[in-house]
């Protein structure tokens, strides 16, 4: 390319590709001219025979047709039928026309109109006038030895016609008048000949072929003139092109100090999810070489398996930035392999490389999060041991009002019993006094007893949830009586909050699972609502929708409070991330949530919110994990 826009003979190319082309293609387009003059003959000439063969038949399905006699129209001496010649009521005279009078009355028409000659002919004519000419016997002789036809250009009188001749067949509505001759059914009887006058047919030829010549040397001038345009801008453009490419190649080699300077991992794929691309971090995180590697041949196979696998867990990273042309892949949580076989946890980014709207790959920035599960797995432990010593502080307060009023039922209970026993000693105990103690004693028992059955089903609930949350064993339990345990431990935090909390669950609904990692999620769910969602003392609903299929269960929690600005939905399950900063917030709730769910319940939780229409909370979770 660089020769050819540099040379000064640049013009001489599109001179000799255009003219070969357009020589080739008139030629090619003269080639198929050559035999349309007699195509047209062909057709015009067949057409002409097939309406006229059309004609007769219906004459012949008619026994003739009848006309008055004139000049022009006698009556045929040479048809035999008695009925040939007739007479109208009102005296008109008529004679039948039989399919071959009628032939050649439209042949007259025919040459008076057109020029166009037919002569109906047969070897043995009944009519000396049907004759046949010596090239109409030599074409019905050939119709003998099955030629469908027969069409020719013939130079007669210094003037050229195109002759045509096709078969007249012995139909069954013939047999009337040639059966006398010995013909029979599908027999060729004869024929009609159709002559057409050949100079307008070759003149149109002629002109077509004046046409496509002028055409092609139209488009050969105006095609070579267009390239060498396009050529001497392609010189103009092309010294650019290479000042560009230079800019390029510097700007490459900076953006690549800069991947390799960096501290996360970078690698490129391309839309087949092949690795273009891997900076030295990446290397160094997975202990790859060059990304060409797995087809080294050097490498044995078991080492190129291990390191083809390790390329393989990067690249599902591409496949959901994959599915939607525009979309940015975050994982805050996840794990690669390394070349050696074990599992790497990362965080990553995977982000389309766009072409206009064409997907053309994925670039992946991730880095090792080795400390970090290290330091969240600590303030998990942290923050629910916190969690545990809230709900202590909660249950004691909350447990503290019914304990409190049975002791004060018992004391006026142990006050009046004493009083009973001194009269009765003193023989002083009157039915009235025995009735007002009966009722005293009643009421103050069963205050007692309620009071005590409300204290104990509050530190019931907490005594399971509470071990539920220290341990991480696996069990059977009901669903919605597991929630309602845990929201009952949370009355003390929602006690002084205008908020209701509502489940809809089924009653039959079993799990066999862990129970621990569930009360905790629910637990932040709540609070994070009763946090972030509401004023202090603003009403407010929670509601727990929770339905099954199959194996999963479907846990839809929501509120109708503040809402969740489009901006944080991306950072709502990160570490640390909250709005509250300074004000009891750690921003680690739903960050453990999620990280219970997807490690432990092995479900998955999804948030959808707008501002001022609540937020929507989506888990689902298998009802018994693996």
């Known amino acids: 390319m660089n020769y050819l826009t540099n040379t000064k003979l640049f013009w001489l190319l599109p001179v000799l590709v255009w003219g070969a082309l357009a020589t ?38 008619h026994g003739g047709v009848y006309a008055p006699v004139s000049k022009t129209t006698p009556s045929n001496p040479y048809l035999d039928d008695p009925e040939r010649d007739v007479v109208t009521t009102h005296g008109i005279k008529l004679t039948k026309l039989n399919p071959a009078y009628m032939t050649r009355q439209i042949a007259d028409v025919a040459k008076e109109s057109s020029g166009i000659l037919f002569h109906i002919t047969s070897l043995k004519p009944i009519n000396p006038g049907n004759v046949p000419d010596p090239w109409e016997k030599i074409a019905l002789m050939s119709f003998e030895q099955d030629v469908p036809e027969v069409l020719e250009y013939i130079a007669e009188d210094d003037t ?4 045509y001749m096709g078969p ?82 510097g700007s490459e080699h900076f953006l690549r100090s800069i991947t390799d300077a960096a501290g996360e991992g970078v690698v490129t794929l391309d839309k087949d999810g092949t690795i273009t691309f891997a900076n030295p971090k990446a290397k160094q995180l997975l202990g790859w070489g060059d990304p060409s590697e797995t087809t080294n041949n050097q490498l044995d196979k078991e080492e190129h398996n291990r390191i083809k696998q390790s390329y393989e867990s990067v690249a599902k990273a591409a496949i ?36 206009g709207s064409a997907n053309m790959g994925t670039v992946i920035l991730f880095q090792d999060i080795t400390l970090r599960k290290q330091m969240d797995k600590t303030l998990v432990r942290a923050e629910t041991m916190s ?55 009643h009421e103050s ?23 539920d949350q220290a341990s991480e064993a696996k069990s059977h339990f009901n669903l919605k009586e597991y929630i309602e345990s845990v929201l009952l431990t949370l009355r003390p935090e929602l006690k002084n909050t205008a908020l209701t909390v509502t489940v809809h669950c089924p009653d039959d609904i079993q799990m066999n699972s862990y129970p621990g990692a569930l009360s905790q999620v629910i637990t932040n769910l709540v609070m994070n609502s009763k946090i972030h969602a509401f004023d202090q003392n603003e009403a407010g609903s929670l509601l727990f929708d929770i339905k099954k299929s199959r194996d999963d269960i479907h846990i839809l929690y929501s509120d109708d409070g503040k809402g969740i600005s489009e901006e944080y939905l991306d950072d709502v399950f990160a570490p640390f991330f909250t709005t509250r900063r300074g004000k009891g917030s750690s921003g ?29 909370f989506t888990l689902t979770i298998p009802s018994s994990p693996m």
């Open 320 to 355: 959901r930035p994959k599915s939607d042309s525009a979309s940015t892949e975050r994982e805050n949580d996840n794990n690669f392999t390394h070349k050696n076989g074990h599992q790497i946890p990362v965080s990553y980014v995977a982000t389309p490389i766009m072409d």
């Open 445 to 467: 028992t069963t205050i007692i007893l309620s009071n005590l059955e409300r204290a104990a089903k509050l530190i019931k609930s907490f005594k399971q949830v509470a071990a």
């Open 588 to 616: 680690l709730g739903l960050h453990i949530s999620h990280n219970l769910i997807h490690t432990v319940l092995k479900g998955s939780i999804t948030v959808s919110s707008k501002l001022n229409e609540g937020s929507l």
């Open 168 to 249: 007249l067949f012995t139909k069954k509505a013939c047999m009337k008048c040639h059966e006398k001759q010995g013909y029979e059914v599908g027999d060729v009887r004869g024929g009609i000949s159709v002559t057409l006058h050949a100079e307008p047919i070759i003149s149109a030829q002629q002109t077509a072929r004046n046409q496509v010549i002028h055409i092609h040397f139209t488009a050969f001038i105006l095609l070579t003139a267009t390239t060498i345009i396009l050529l001497t801008k392609l010189r103009q453009q092309w010294q650019l092109i290479q000042e560009t490419k230079e800019q390029l190649a």
């Open 387 to 441: 969690a545990l010593g809230g709900m202590v502080a909660g249950v004691a307060h909350e447990a503290n009002t019914p304990i409190g009023v049975s002791v004060t039922s018992a004391s006026h209970l142990a006050t009046i019993t004493n009083d009973l026993f001194t009269a009765f000693n003193e023989n002083a105990l009157s039915r009235s006094a025995l009735k007002d103690y009966l009722e005293t004693s």
């Open 160 to 163: 050229p016609v195109y002759r």
């Open 24 to 61: 080739l293609s008139a030629q090619w387009g003269l080639n198929n001219l050559d035999g349309m003059a007699e195509n047209l003959a062909y057709e015009r000439a067949q057409s002409m025979f097939k309406l006229v063969q059309m004609t007769r038949l219906w004459n012949a399905k």
